[in-house]
């Protein structure tokens, strides 16, 4: 794909982990989150959501709960650097 000039986007990530979700390939899954970064895409509520469904559907709630961990940390910081500002005023109100 990328020989031919086609870069993937976070669609295409979103469905390979998702794939590999469903067929319990859960290294494979996290391989390709790892791409997917290395190429500079951030994952979305999407990607989170559907690795953690797959690793609590196979029964990893541990490694599901770190990621989500992971996940919050990430949404959070975004959140505190991109609208800090209209949070307080919100919670002045």
Partial sequence: MQKCGVKPDRQFY???IDTFGKYNCLDNALEILERMRNDGIEPDTVTWNTLIDCHC???YHSKAEEL???MQKIVWGTREVGGGEELVEEDEK
């Fill in 14 to 16: 979103n469905v390979m």
């Fill in 57 to 59: 559907k196979c029964g």
């Fill in 68 to 70: 989500f961990d992971e």
